[in-house]
C-alpha cells in the first residue's frame, strides 16, 4: 500500500511514502511496550508538563503546520490554522483538568463499607484516523490515552502522510519519551496483525461505517475495545420562532465548513413551511457567493474537496438522488478545472424512497426538508440510520431543550451550528458509533477502572 499526498488544488502528487516493514512495525511495538511499562512508575504529573509544552510546540509551528494540511487534503488556510490551534487546545484540556479526573473515587456498599475506583492504563490503543481534520482526530485520542499512560500507535489515512509524519517530529519536539506516540505507514492486513498483539487493548477509529464493521470485527475476535465515530447525517431544524437570518447564515457555514468534508457538518435542514421559501433564498445566496480557488489564498472561501475519488462519489449521489425524484434548487457540481473542486448544490424533495434518503453526502450539497409542525421535524430528524449531532434553531430555550431530548442523536447544538470542544463529549449512537472522544470521558475510554474494595 502506497501512501501517495496529492494536492487538492493542483492534482499534482506532492509526496510518496512507503507502508511500514515488519521491523518497523516490531519496534513500534516494542517501544509502545516499554513506554507502557515506564509509564506505570511515572508521575501523572510529569505527563501533564508534556502536554502543555506539546500545546506550545504545535502553536510555535502552526503556519508549517497548517500550510502542510493545506496542501495534503485542501483545507483553507484558516481553517487549518483554526485547526492546529484546536488540537493544542485539546493537549491544554487535558493537561489542565486529566489530572483531576484521574483521581481515585470513593464508593460504598453493604451500607458502610468502603471502596475506591482507581485508573489505570490498559496498554496500547491504535488510532486510526481519517484525512478530513489530521491534527484533532489525532489529538483527541493521544492526548487522553498519553496523560492515562496508554502508548499510541497511529495508523493515518494515505491522503495525510505528510502530516502524519509531522506529527510524530511535533511530538519528538516536546520530548516525550520514545515510544508515547508512534506513526506507521500500515496496510489493512497490517492492521489485522497488530490488533491480534497482546497488548494492543484499545483501537479508536474515525472513518466510514464499512470501516467500523470491518475494525469491530477484527477487534471483537480478539476482545479488543474500540470506539468508533462513523460519520452522520446531521439534522438543521429550524422551527418558526427562530431567527431567520442567522439560522441560514449559520446553516451555510455548518454545510461548507471544510468543503462539506465534517462528520457534524448540518447535511438535512429540517424547516417548517412558514420560514421555507425565505429560508432557502437566504442559503441559495450564501452558497451561490462562496469563492472557489487556492486554498493558500485569504480570498477564496471554498476549498477543492480532499480527493478526486471523494469528487466522483459525491457527483455520483447528486445524479443518484435527482434520478430518483429529488429536485435541484440551486446547481452546481464538479468543477471542469485542475484540482478536486465542487461547485455547492442544494436540493429538495429527497424522499425516503429515494435511495440516497439517508446516504451522508461528504462535501458541499445541502438538503432542504420541508415538514408542517415541529412533531414532524422531529420525527424527520430521527428517521435516519445516523446519529451523531445536530442543531435547533428557535427563540424558545426551553422548547428547545425538551426537542433536543427527544432527538437521536449524540450531541445537539442549540441556535449554533454542531461543533467539537474538548470540554464536551463527542460521538454518536445508531451507525454513527459509539464511544465518547475529549471531555474527562475519552479518558476512562481505554483505561482499567479498577475498584478496590475494603
Given amino acids: ?15 510518496i511514502f512507503p507502508e511500514a516493514t515488519p521491523v518497523e512495525i516490531v519496534d513500534a511495538y516494542r517501544n509502545a ?7 506505570q512508575q511515572q508521575q501523572v504529573a510529569e505527563r501533564v508538563e508534556k502536554l502543555h509544552l506539546l500545546a506550545q510546540v ?27 490551534n484546536a488540537a493544542a487546545n485539546i493537549a491544554e484540556y487535558y493537561a489542565e483538568n486529566g489530572a483531576q479526573a484521574l483521581q481515585d ?26 484525512w478530513n481534520f489530521p491534527y484533532t482526530q489525532v489529538m483527541r485520542v493521544f492526548a487522553p490515552n498519553y496523560l492515562l499512560g496508554n502508548a499510541v500507535i497511529l495508523k493515518h489515512a494515505p491522503s495525510v502522510a505528510g502530516c502524519a509524519r509531522e506529527l510524530e517530529m511535533i511530538v519528538k519536539q516536546a520530548t516525550i519519551k520514545k515510544g508515547a506516540f508512534k506513526n506507521l505507514f500500515l496496510n489493512e492486513d497490517q492492521v489485522g496483525e497488530l490488533i491480534k498483539q497482546p497488548l494492543v487493548q484499545g483501537v479508536a477509529l474515525t472513518g466510514s461505517v464499512t470501516a467500523g464493521k470491518i475494525v469491530a470485527g477484527k477487534t471483537s475476535a480478539n476482545l479488543v475495545k474500540t470506539t468508533l465515530e462513523l460519520g452522520g447525517n446531521d439534522a438543521f ?22 468543503a462539506g468534508q465534517a462528520c457534524n457538518g448540518a447535511k438535512r435542514y429540517i424547516v417548517t413551511k412558514e ?26 472561501t471554498l476549498a477543492p474537496l480532499a480527493t478526486r475519488e471523494q469528487q466522483l462519489r459525491l457527483q455520483k449521489q447528486v445524479e443518484m438522488a435527482i434520478a430518483h425524484g429529488a429536485k435541484i434548487l440551486l446547481d452546481g457540481g ?95 449512537v445508531k451507525n454513527s458509533g459509539y464511544g465518547r472522544e475529549m471531555s474527562e470521558l475519552a479518558l476512562y475510554e481505554f483505561a482499567n477502572q479498577k475498584i478496590i474494595a475494603l
Fill in 105 to 130: 473515587k470513593n464508593y460504598t456498599y453493604k451500607g458502610n463499607q468502603n471502596a475506591i475506583l482507581h485508573y489505570e492504563a490498559t496498554g496500547i490503543v491504535l488510532a486510526i484516523e481519517p
Fill in 33 to 39: 511496550q516499554k513506554y507502557y511499562n515506564f509509564a
Fill in 334 to 428: 464538479i468543477e471542469k478545472r485542475a484540482g478536486f473542486f465542487f461547485k455547492p448544490i442544494l436540493i429538495t424533495d429527497l424522499t425516503p424512497d429515494n435511495p440516497m434518503f439517508d446516504e451522508e453526502f461528504f462535501g458541499p450539497v445541502g438538503q432542504v426538508h420541508i415538514v408542517e409542525d415541529i412533531e414532524a421535524a422531529i420525527r424527520l430528524a430521527n428517521q435516519s440510520q445516523y446519529g451523531l449531532a445536530g442543531s435547533i434553531y428557535t427563540n424558545d430555550t426551553s422548547q428547545a431543550i425538551t426537542i433536543a431530548k427527544q432527538l437521536e442523536t449524540g450531541q445537539v447544538f442549540i441556535n449554533q451550528p454542531a461543533g467539537g470542544y474538548p470540554e464536551l463529549p463527542f460521538g454518536g
Fill in 275 to 300: 420560514q421555507a421559501a425565505e429560508f432557502i433564498e437566504l442559503v441559495k445566496k450564501g452558497f451561490e457567493n462562496q469563492i472557489l480557488g487556492d486554498p493558500l489564498e485569504k480570498q477564496t
Fill in 1 to 15: 500500500m502506497i501512501y501517495k499526498v496529492t494536492n487538492p488544488y493542483t492534482g499534482r502528487v506532492e509526496a
Fill in 237 to 258: 431544524i429550524v422551527l418558526p420562532d427562530a431567527d431567520l437570518k442567522k439560522a441560514a447564515a449559520d446553516a451555510v457555514t455548518a454545510r461548507l465548513r471544510n
Fill in 58 to 84: 504545535f502553536r510555535d509551528n502552526a503556519t508549517n503546520l497548517a500550510r502542510l494540511e493545506t496542501v495534503n487534503m485542501g483545507k483553507l488556510y484558516t481553517e487549518a490554522l483554526g485547526e492546529v
